[in-house]
C-alpha cells in the first residue's frame, strides 16, 4: 500500500508549484462583518508606573487594582509570565513587584517600549480587519474578549489565556534593539531578528489560530497530516491577513522564501523519496515543522529555509482550495486526514 500511496503522490510535485505566494480566494469586503473595533488595553504603562523607589504601600495599592482591573490576566502574569509567586499573595507580591521596578534595567526597558510604541493604533485596526476577515470565513469563531500589551522582562511573546490575547511589546521593539544580543542563549539571531513591529498582528494571528481555532494535531499525526494541520493555519493566515507579505506570516526572510519556493518541487519529490509522508516518529519529522536557521542536508552552505513541512503544507492547502474552490473554509477546518487532501 506504501508503494500505490507513493505512486498516487509524485504527480503533485507539478501541480504545487504554481500557487505559492497567493490564495485562489478573491478580496472580500469585511466592513459589514458584526465585530466591535479591538482596543489593546496598555498594561505596559501601568506597569511601568512602578517607581524604582517603590516602598510596600504604593505597590500594594497598584497590585490590588490591577487584580480587579486585569482579572485572569494579571493572574497569568504573575504567577505564569513573572512567575514571583501567587496572586492571592498580598505582602510577598508587591514587595516583589517593587523589588522588579528597581532593577537597573527596568526604567530603560519601558522607556524603549514606549519609543517604539507611542500608540497601538495601527495595529489596533490591522487587528480588527484580521478578526473581520476570520468572522467572515468562520462565523462561529471565538474572538477574544480582550487584547493585553504588556512587557515582562522578555519572558513570553503572546500568551492566549482564557479570555485573553497578550501582546509582549518587548519583543518586538526591531532587530537592532540594545537588548536582544544578551539574550541569545534563549533567542538566537534567526529568532530575534524577527522581534520586529511588523511581526506583531502576523504573530498575533498566528497564535490565536493555533490556539483557538486549530488545537492540537493528533497524537498519532502523520508527516502528512501534520503538514495538513499547519497548512490550514498558514491558510488561515492568508484570508485573515490578505495585504500581508508571506514572509511575515510564516517568518521567513525574503531571501528562505526565494529558497523554499525556486525548490519546492525538489523538496516535494524529496520528501516522497525519504518515504517521509507517512511517518508517525515525532525525533525524525519535527524538525521540518520547528524553528531552526535552516533545514540540515538540504541546499548548500546552509542557505535552505527551515519550517519545510510547515510551507509544503501551505502551498498544499493552498492548491487543494484552488482546485475545489467550493470547499468552505469550515469544511477545510475539519479535514486532518492529510492523505485526503492529496
Not at 544580543?181 to 539571531?189: A, M, N, S
Not at 546552509?302 to 510551507?311: Q, T
Amino acid at each position: 500500500m506504501q508503494s500505490y500511496r507513493n505512486f498516487l503522490i509524485v504527480p503533485i510535485v507539478f501541480l504545487i508549484v504554481s500557487c505559492t505566494q497567493t490564495t485562489s480566494r478573491m478580496p472580500v469586503d469585511v466592513s459589514q462583518v458584526a465585530l466591535d473595533d479591538i482596543h489593546i488595553e496598555r498594561f505596559d504603562r501601568a506597569f511601568g508606573s512602578l517607581a524604582a523607589d517603590s516602598l510596600t504601600d504604593p505597590a500594594t495599592v497598584l497590585h490590588q487594582q490591577w487584580k480587579t482591573t486585569y482579572g485572569r490576566f494579571y493572574k497569568d502574569f504573575i504567577e505564569r509570565m513573572l512567575r514571583i509567586g501567587s496572586i492571592d499573595d498580598d505582602r510577598a507580591t508587591p514587595l516583589l513587584l517593587a523589588g522588579i521596578a528597581g532593577k537597573p534595567d527596568f526604567d530603560s526597558l519601558k522607556r524603549s517600549v514606549e519609543e517604539v510604541f507611542p500608540d497601538l493604533a495601527d495595529q489596533e485596526a490591522q487587528l480588527t480587519d484580521a478578526f473581520r476577515h476570520i468572522r467572515y470565513y468562520l462565523p462561529e469563531a471565538p474572538v477574544p474578549s480582550r487584547f493585553v500589551a504588556f512587557f515582562s522582562g522578555f519572558a513570553v511573546q503572546i500568551p492566549v489565556g482564557e479570555d485573553y490575547i497578550g501582546i509582549g511589546l518587548d519583543l518586538f521593539l526591531g532587530a537592532d534593539s540594545k537588548f536582544y544580543p544578551g539574550l541569545t542563549g534563549t533567542f538566537p539571531r534567526y529568532i530575534s531578528r524577527r522581534f520586529t513591529p511588523d511581526h506583531l498582528v502576523p504573530r498575533v494571528m498566528e497564535s490565536y489560530i493555533y490556539e483557538e481555532i486549530l488545537g492540537e494535531p493528533g497524537q498519532n499525526a502523520t508527516f502528512l497530516d501534520q503538514m495538513l494541520y499547519h497548512g490550514k493555519a498558514m491558510y488561515l493566515m492568508d484570508l485573515a491577513l490578505p495585504l500581508v507579505a508571506d514572509s511575515l506570516k510564516i517568518g521567513y526572510t525574503d531571501k528562505q522564501l526565494a529558497w523554499a519556493t525556486h525548490f519546492q518541487d525538489q523538496v516535494w519529490e524529496w520528501m516522497v523519496s525519504g518515504e517521509l509522508l507517512y511517518q508517525t516518529d515525532h525525533s525524525k519529522i519535527n524538525r521540518y515543522f520547528s524553528e531552526a536557521p535552516f533545514t540540515t542536508g538540504l541546499g548548500e552552505k546552509n542557505e535552505s529555509a527551515p519550517k519545510l513541512g510547515i510551507f509544503m503544507g501551505w502551498q498544499l492547502v493552498r492548491r487543494y482550495m484552488e482546485r475545489f474552490p467550493e470547499t468552505s473554509i469550515p469544511q477545510l477546518m475539519e479535514m486532518t486526514d492529510g492523505y485526503q487532501i492529496l
